[in-house]
Every structure is written in structure tokens, then in C-alpha cells.
């Protein structure tokens, strides 16, 4: 009798725990829907032709699969004016995302560096101060920075981009290493430094090896802000130096013509390919990063 | 030699801090004596005194706005850390294809918000997107226009917001799930706590970086909440979806009232100031006395 | 011998003179379309006189995005040759001090602008009180315009109206039929424009010159402003659930698939029709919305600002020439659906409606109707102007009373100025 019971319940949990099972997948699920949903929706449409979008459905899949928007987005429809095309903007942002993603993430690790494990008066103040950087509203300084560039003398240059993207990188990138590096016990660097070991030496010799995790989580944060920003790429730069969200934007939100919403998707997914490819190569790493940095505190 | 030694440190944290102090607070500094002038079309540096800050509050367009942001901020906190945590927390479920599902999730993040408010323009828009799809499968009564309904449009910049934040959270608290010891939740079961309890008593309270971490980047993103403002309702229908980001660039590049502007953009910062500080402050300040 | 050493001396400086040649930074934001290929013309006769052209588009929002981009220029000492600004805003710039000396104007006398130039257009592209030309003048657009569906309206025994009440009637038959009378994208410029059309036609000239040029507060809480809010109520009741938020050419569609059968937009939805082959009288209407021979324009021009550098001077003379050229003027239009802001083109090869245009522009000259147009900054300082269009489009998208709008439009307006 008593036996029987136990089985009973031990029969009844496990078909509780399948149902669960069950549940936990449907909810996992219906939030898969809302997250995919526009995704589905711009990959369907860069499909279709123009005339299967005013007729259709936008859930419904593309009768035949339309390459000439894909083409049309990246090369242009080739007039030699006023044509709009990804292509050269495109390389443009790679010459802006990288230098100015290996700058702000490496000094970043060196505030980082120095505001954990050397420890001086004053530099929880001086944290506080860069954690309140990240709040200020970029578009309020858009004109003294400019007025700050011209001054010298690289005012409407990458070169003053890369500047203006590591300068107000640097607060996150700071955030980001101090918190990793203040959970790394104390007593490797004291040890180091018994050994004679200098403040460079630690830096380059100790802490940088085993900070590739917060390294992964800051590049791909900064390599995801710097890659899609629009306003200052819009503001410091002109013509053929733009970055690659201002020609889309130039694509997406001109005011004449007829809007070609496949060639529109076409482009919106060529300017978020890299950092969708980073999202989903480097996602794990992500994941183990964040793991590393933000909890012990 | 000894003197560099020593004051190494601040020797290179010197440089970025200038530049901070330069491009971050000297710039606030700048501001602020502008809101204190004239200026229209471009700066001018004649002092005026306080008007543009009584010009500020008399327009109807910025209460609204400031109405928006509270709203907006508040429900977007919110949802993003309540479906953050749940996510978390189901994944951290041993889940088969996690991978997968936490690529879903995360992928949204990648975006930028041309490419983020061109797709849900589109999916809200009641004679496009879901509205038409759910009356062309047999629903023919079902409406969800709020994206063209005075009042709900900023409830859309939510659902949009929510969508394209949230999965980071996600990430953020899984991260934090995973460095919790097993061991913790398995004494916690012998002891009789269901799982509930584990989490909500034990795990979360356990998180407060992480919390303080996700707080820190929702309010970052939602005080700069303009690109998708833009991108999905460009402030309307009207001005009913208007925000303080929106309501101070429209000021100094299209109506040439640049003192009007970075009032409005002074009183952005003593917001954020008066909430954000005292609490990052107060996190510091346990973390040191932890340490 | 004399002869070959000045071909020889000619010949080593033409490369020279070509490396140094004019330069021109040109900003603005006609990204595709018509307006762009238009825009070619332009490139190609400046790269033809041996200039550099520097593009610099900034698409998006009527210009919001390319003001930040030409503020920060401007602010880092760094101004563009030439910026598309339009209306009082180019004597506000003069005024900030950074067009003089006005390197165009030597150009403008030495071509004869004041006559080439209505003296209407002539006063808006002049600064330092009037004494000097600092901007150049590319087209007139007309914004009281109505465009109709011909297969529409003829199907259903309807006429292009000539008085509002006239509309009004057509636009419940059509909606008793289950078409949409006005296609129209509520954003707050495309509600300013339809306003603007409505105050002129409901209040007359008059009442317009005295509410959108004089800003004058009496006129803008009266009671006519009172009825034209009324008109605006009443054709929000016209537009469809989607109206808001849609850009305005997918609106122009609307009317040439015969979903809906008006809209009411500037003469630049013209380049929508041609584009897609339609053609007036043929496939669709335009005629000018209800008023006593009222017009509104909106004069597109460049602004030429200071700018350091022989070439770039050079640059500037030679593109404002090149803008007021007889060739450009009249290319340039046809693409773009407005008419030439020179005087001396002519119209032959130009359609219908720019015709009518052109010669209804004449007949409001001479009655006092030619009026600038409010909605697209022709007119009134942008404050101003922005704190009209909020009020505008606050009332149409919600449902404020008439008088609680006239009096939201006094207070924003003594608020602004």
C-alpha cells in the first residue's frame, strides 16, 4: 500500500514535470515569436517584388526569390547621381569600427587597470564620474564637440569620428573593466609586485591574459554602438566619408520616389550583417564574458 | 623617479580623465551658460539670465514630452528587467536548444534603429502589418492601431524598445545565474524551499550588481530614446509620443532655439542626476565597505 | 615665336588652373528621385567648367538630420560653399554674422538678377538689408494644390471643387461609397500644409498675410481661425485610420491607385505621377484648392556662406551662376514639378499644371495673393512657425475643440516670439 503510493506520486511528478517541461518551452517560444517576427519580416520582404508587397501579405513568403533589391541595395540602380547604394559606405564604417574599438576598449582596460588594483585617493569619485558620462544625450553636445574639432583642425575628418566615438566609448569601456577587474583577487598583483614587477608590466603581463572575456563583452558592445550610429556619423561626417547607417538612412528616409520597401530591407540587412554575424558567432563568448565581469562584486 | 612611481596611476588615468572632463562635463558647463542666453540659429554668448527655463515649462510640448519619458522609462525598466529575469531563469532550465532560443533573444541588440523602427513601423501599422494580417486570416473586428491612436503610440515605442533591450538583460542575468553556486540551490532544496522561493528569496537578492548593471543601461538607452522615437513615430500622431531627446534636437537643428534646447537639456541632466547618482553612489559605497 | 611660348605657357597653366580649379562643398537633401537626377544636370556642367563637386546629402525628415550636419559646420569654422536653405532663415544667418561678404553678389549684379527675378523671389535671396544677393533661387513650388484621381471623381459625377464647401459635399458622397476622399499623411509639416491651404481659403488673403507673415495674435485666436480649425476637423473626418505617420508620397499613391480619390500636397507629388507614367487631364487632376486667387509658394534656394579659399570663392561664383542658368532653371523643374524662379524661361515644354502655375502665379501677383508659404518656412521665424505647426498638428490628431485651439495657437505663438 505504501509502496503503491510513493510510485503513484513519483508518477504523478513526473508527468508534472513534463508538463512544466511543456509550459516552459511554450513560453520560451511565444517570446521566440516576438523577438523573430521583424527579422522574418525584412528577410520575406528584401524578396519580393514591389507588386507582391502591395498585394500581400507581409507574413506570407515570397512567391519567387527577388535578388535584384539585394543588388540594387549594395551597388545602386548605377546612375551616376543622386544613386544610393551600400557599397562604399559600407567599407567606410569598417575603417571607422576599428581603430576606434582597439583605442577606447584598450584604455578602457588600462582605467580599469589602474582605478582596481592601485587604488588612490579620490577614485570611486573618478568612476562615479565616467559612470555619469554614459548619460549625457549625445545630441546636446554636438556643437561644442564640433566647435571643439574644428578648433583642431580635424573637424569633418574620420580622424575627428574616431575621436568623438572613443571619447564618449571610453565611459562604457571604463564601466566595463573596472567591474571585471575589481571580482580578480588583489593578491596576484601585490604578489607581482613584490616580485618587482611594474605597473605596466602587471598590466600587460598579468592582467591582459586573463581579461579576454571582458575584452569580448566591450569590443562587441563597442563594435555594436560604434557600427550603428547614426548621429554622429551623420554630424562629423560628409559625402563619400559617411559611414554606412547614413547611406542607409539616405536610402530609407529619402523624401521623393517611390518607396522600394524590398530594396529598403535589402540594405537594412547588409548595414546589421556584421554585427548580427558577431551576435550569433561570438553570442557564447558573450554570455561567459558578462559571466566573468558583472557579478562578484 | 619614486614621484612617478608612485603617481603612475594617476598618470595614465590623467589623460582619459582630461578628455572627460573636457568632452563630457566641459561641455555640460557649456550648456548650461547657453541656456542662460539668447541664442536661436547659433550659439551667442550675450547672458540673458533664467527665461528659458520659464519659456521651457509654459510649453505644452514639453510636458508632454517629460510625461512620455516617465511613462516610457518606467514600463520599459520594468519589462525589461520582469522578461530579462523570466528568460533567464527558464533558460538557465538546462534547456536543449538554448543556444538557439539565447541567439534569438540577443540578436535584436545588434540593430540599429533605422533598421529596428523601419520593421515595426511597418508590423504596427493597422492597414500593413498586423491588423491587416489578422483580418485577412478570418479576424475581420481585430484592431491594434495604437501606433496611429493619440495617447497608445508611445506604448509601441515600448513594445519596440522592450523588444530590441530586453534579450540583453537576458544575457546580463543569465550571466549572473551562472556564477551562482550550484551548491547554494541544491542546500536550499534539501532544506524544502520550492523553486520559487530559491529564486526570489535566495538567487535574485544575490544579483544586486547585476541589477545595478541592467539599471544603469536601461536608463542610458531610454534618456537617449531618439533614434526610435524617430525612426517609429517621429513624436505623433501630433505630438502625443514626443520625448525630452526628440523635444531638444527639434529645438536647436529645426527651430533655431538653441538657448530653449540646452535648457531642456539641463533639466534632462538634473533628472537623470537626481535619480542616478544618489544610487550608484550608494552602490559604490557598499562595494567598498564589502571589500 | 612669341606665339609658341604663350600656346606653351597657356598649356602648363590649363592643368594647373584645373587642379586649383573651383571647388564646392554643396549640402542638401535631395537623396533619389527626380530631385536628384535633376541635381545631375547641376554636377555635370559644374564638372564641365572644370569645378570639383563635393556632394553632401543628408536625407531624412525634410532636412532634420542635414541641420545638425550644417550647424556643426558652421560652428567649427567650417561652413559648407553652399547649403539648401530657404526663406527668413537666410537672413537669420546673415544676421549670426557668417555670410558676409557675400561672395555671390558680384555674380548676381554682373548677370542682371533684379531683373531676371520676380522682386518677390528677388527679396528672399537677399541679405544685409536687401543690398546684397547672398542665396540663389532654383524653383517656385506652389503648395495649395489639389490632386485627384480623374477615374474616380468622373465615375462618381464629381468636379475639382472650387469652394471648400464644394469639397466637403463631394468628399461625404465618396465616403458613402466606401472610398477614401483625402489620402493624407498625418505628420505634423504635411498637417501644416494642409492647414495653411485651408486658412488661405476659408479667411482669404488677407487674413492669411495678417495670421502667417505678421504673426499677429488678434488674427490667430479670432473667429475665422475658429472656422478654419472647424474645416480641419471635418477633413480629418476624410483621411483613413493609417493616415498617421505616412510619408507623403505613399499618400500620392493612394490616389493613383484610386484608393482614395484627393490629397492635398505641394506641386512636387506631380514628380510622383510622371514617375509612374501618369499623366494630367488623362489620369489625374490638379487644380488649386479653393481661394480667392490666392497663392503659396515656397522658393527652394542656396545659401552661399562665408567660405575661406580662392577656389572655394571661385566654387561659389560659378555654382550660383550655374543655378540661375536658363538651362538648369528649366531641366531642373520639369523633373522636379515646380516652375522656374527666372523669369525668361519658357514654358512650352513644361505639362499642364505647371502651365496654370505659372499663370496663376501672374494673376496673384497682381491681386495681392501671392503669399508665402508658412508651412515650409517661407515665411516667419522657425520658432514661430514650429509653435503654430505643434498646435496644428496637435489639434488634428486628437479631438481638441476649436477653441481651446485658437487658444493654445495665441498663447504658443506670444510664447515663441
Known amino acids: 500500500m505504501r509502496e503503491n503510493n510513493f510510485q503513484s506520486i513519483e508518477i504523478k511528478s513526473k508527468k508534472k514535470k513534463t508538463f512544466y517541461r511543456w509550459v516552459l518551452f511554450l513560453i520560451l517560444g511565444i517570446f521566440a515569436l516576438y523577438y523573430i517576427t521583424p527579422l522574418y519580416v525584412m528577410i520575406v520582404t528584401s524578396f519580393k517584388s514591389m507588386e507582391e508587397i502591395r498585394q500581400g501579405n507581409l507574413l506570407y513568403l515570397p512567391q519567387t526569390l527577388n535578388f535584384e533589391s539585394w543588388k540594387v541595395a549594395w551597388h545602386g540602380q548605377g546612375f551616376s547621381a543622386g544613386d544610393v547604394y551600400l557599397k562604399t559606405y559600407f567599407w567606410n564604417s569598417v575603417k571607422l569600427v576599428v581603430p576606434a574599438v582597439i583605442i577606447s576598449t584598450l584604455l578602457g582596460a588600462i582605467n580599469g587597470y589602474a582605478l582596481t588594483k592601485w587604488r588612490f585617493k579620490g577614485d570611486s569619485w573618478i568612476f562615479l564620474l565616467f559612470l555619469f558620462g554614459t548619460f549625457i544625450p549625445y545630441q546636446a553636445i554636438l556643437l561644442p564637440m564640433s566647435r571643439t574639432l574644428g578648433a583642431m583642425g580635424i573637424s569633418n575628418s574620420i580622424g575627428g569620428l574616431i575621436l568623438v566615438h572613443v571619447v564618449y566609448g571610453l565611459c562604457f569601456t571604463t564601466l566595463f573593466c573596472r567591474n571585471y577587474y575589481i571580482s580578480i583577487s588583489d593578491e596576484i598583483v601585490k604578489a607581482a609586485r613584490i616580485d618587482g614587477a611594474g605597473f605596466f608590466k602587471i598590466f600587460f603581463k598579468i592582467m591582459l591574459p586573463i581579461s579576454t572575456p571582458i575584452l569580448v563583452v566591450t569590443v562587441i558592445w563597442q563594435f555594436t554602438m560604434i557600427w550603428n550610429d547614426f548621429l554622429f556619423g551623420a554630424t562629423f561626417t560628409f559625402g563619400e566619408e559617411a559611414p554606412v547607417q547614413v547611406a542607409l538612412n ?21 548595414a546589421g550583417f556584421p554585427t548580427l554575424i558577431v551576435y550569433i558567432l561570438a553570442g557564447k563568448y558573450f554570455i561567459r564574458g558578462l559571466t566573468a565581469g558583472s557579478v562578484k562584486g | 623617479m619614486f614621484w612617478l612611481k608612485r603617481n603612475l596611476p594617476r598618470l595614465v588615468i590623467a589623460p582619459s580623465f582630461g578628455v572627460l572632463a573636457w568632452f563630457v562635463y566641459g561641455f555640460i558647463l557649456w550648456t548650461i551658460y547657453i541656456s542662460f542666453t539668447k541664442s536661436k540659429l547659433l550659439p551667442q554668448y550675450k547672458f540673458w539670465g533664467i527665461d528659458q527655463y520659464f519659456r521651457l515649462w509654459s510649453m505644452d510640448r514639453w510636458h508632454v514630452a517629460v510625461e512620455n519619458l516617465f511613462i516610457f522609462t518606467i514600463l520599459f525598466l520594468i519589462l525589461c528587467i520582469f522578461i530579462g529575469i523570466v528568460l533567464a531563469i527558464l533558460l538557465d532550465q538546462k534547456i ?196 | 615665336m612669341k606665339k609658341i611660348i604663350i600656346a606653351i605657357l597657356a598649356m602648363s597653366l590649363v592643368p594647373s588652373l584645373s587642379y586649383a580649379g573651383p571647388k564646392a562643398e554643396v549640402l542638401h537633401w535631395w537623396t533619389s528621385g527626380g530631385e536628384a537626377k535633376a541635381l545631375k544636370v547641376l554636377k555635370d556642367d559644374f564638372a564641365a567648367k572644370g ?46 554674422g557668417v555670410v558676409a561678404p557675400y561672395n555671390i553678389d558680384a555674380v548676381a549684379k554682373a548677370e542682371g538678377w533684379d531683373k531676371l527675378l520676380s522682386k518677390q523671389v528677388a527679396s528672399h535671396m537677399k541679405c544685409d538689408d536687401g543690398k546684397a544677393y547672398c542665396a540663389a533661387p532654383v524653383n517656385i513650388h506652389r503648395i495649395d494644390w489639389f490632386w485627384a484621381n480623374k477615374k474616380v471623381l468622373d465615375s462618381n459625377g464629381i468636379k475639382m471643387p472650387t469652394s471648400w464647401a464644394e469639397f466637403n459635399a463631394a468628399a461625404d458622397k465618396l465616403q458613402a461609397k466606401g472610398i477614401i476622399p483625402l489620402a493624407h499623411g498625418s505628420q505634423p509639416w504635411q498637417d501644416a500644409t494642409v492647414f495653411e491651404a485651408v486658412a488661405l481659403g476659408i479667411g482669404g488673403n488677407d487674413f492669411y498675410r495678417k495670421a502667417f507673415v505678421d504673426a499677429d495674435v488678434a488674427t490667430l485666436s479670432g473667429s475665422t481661425m475658429k472656422k478654419v480649425f472647424d474645416q480641419m476637423r471635418k477633413l480629418k473626418s476624410y483621411t483613413d485610420e493609417g493616415s498617421p505617420g505616412r510619408d507623403w508620397n505613399v499618400a500620392t499613391a493612394m490616389v493613383m491607385e484610386g484608393k482614395a480619390a484627393f490629397q492635398l500636397m505641394g506641386d512636387w507629388a506631380k514628380g510622383e505621377f510622371a514617375a509612374a507614367g501618369l499623366k494630367p487631364d488623362v489620369d489625374y487632376y490638379c487644380a488649386s484648392t479653393p481661394s480667392d486667387n490666392g497663392y503659396l509658394y515656397n522658393v527652394d534656394s542656396f545659401i552661399f556662406y562665408k567660405v575661406k579659399g580662392s577656389d572655394k570663392v571661385e566654387g561659389q561664383k560659378l555654382l550660383a551662376s550655374l543655378m540661375m542658368g536658363k538651362n538648369f532653371q528649366k531641366v531642373f523643374n520639369i523633373y522636379k514639378g515646380s516652375i522656374p524662379a527666372r523669369l525668361d524661361v519658357s514654358m512650352d515644354d513644361f505639362d499642364k499644371c505647371a502651365k496654370k502655375s505659372n499663370s496663376d502665379l501672374n494673376t496673384a501677383a497682381k491681386k495681392g495673393g501671392l503669399l508665402p508659404s508658412f508651412a515650409h518656412g517661407m515665411t516667419l521665424e522657425l520658432g514661430v512657425k514650429g509653435a503654430i505647426q505643434d498646435v496644428v498638428t496637435e489639434h488634428f490628431n486628437s479631438n481638441m475643440s476649436s477653441d481651446d485651439a485658437v487658444k493654445k495657437l495665441a498663447s504658443a505663438v506670444k510664447a515663441a516670439i
Open chain 2, 96 to 291: 536543449r536548444a538554448e543556444g538557439f532560443l539565447r541567439t534569438i533573444y540577443l540578436y535584436p541588440m545588434a540593430l540599429s534603429f533605422i533598421v529596428t523602427g523601419t520593421a515595426w513601423k511597418w508590423i504596427l501599422n493597422p492597414t500593413l502589418g498586423i491588423e491587416k494580417f489578422a483580418r485577412d486570416i478570418g479576424f475581420e473586428t481585430f484592431t491594434f492601431d495604437w501606433l496611429t491612436t493619440p495617447g497608445m503610440s508611445i506604448y509601441t515605442i515600448v513594445i519596440a524598445g522592450v523588444w530590441q533591450s530586453s534579450g540583453f538583460i537576458m544575457a546580463i542575468f543569465l550571466a549572473g545565474l551562472r556564477s551562482v553556486d550550484d551548491e547554494i540551490i541544491k542546500a536550499a532544496k534539501i532544506d524544502g524551499a520550492n523553486l520559487v522561493s530559491i529564486y526570489t528569496k535566495i538567487i535574485l537578492p544575490m544579483m544586486r550588481p547585476v541589477f545595478m548593471s541592467a539599471i544603469v543601461i536601461l536608463v542610458h538607452l531610454a534618456i537617449k530614446s531618439y533614434d526610435l522615437v524617430i525612426a517609429l513615430t517621429a513624436g505623433g500622431p501630433g505630438i502625443s509620443s514626443d520625448m525630452p531627446a526628440v523635444f531638444m534636437t527639434q529645438m536647436a537643428f529645426h527651430r533655431s532655439e538653441i538657448g530653449l534646447a540646452s535648457a531642456s537639456a539641463i533639466m534632462m541632466f538634473l533628472t537623470v542626476s537626481a535619480i542616478v547618482v544618489p544610487y550608484l553612489y550608494s552602490e559604490l559605497k557598499r562595494e567598498d565597505e564589502r571589500k
Open chain 1, 250 to 270: 539616405n536610402m530609407v528616409l529619402t523624401s521623393t520616389s517611390v518607396k522600394r520597401y524590398n530594396v529598403d530591407m535589402a540594405a537594412a540587412i547588409i
Open chain 3, 51 to 96: 569645378g570639383e563637386w563635393l556632394d553632401m546629402p543628408v536625407a531624412g525628415g525634410g532636412g532634420d538630420a542635414a541641420m545638425q550636419t550644417l550647424k556643426a559646420r558652421i560652428v567649427a569654422n567650417d561652413a559648407p560653399a553652399a547649403a539648401q536653405i530657404k526663406g527668413p532663415t537666410i537672413q537669420a544667418y546673415d544676421r549670426e
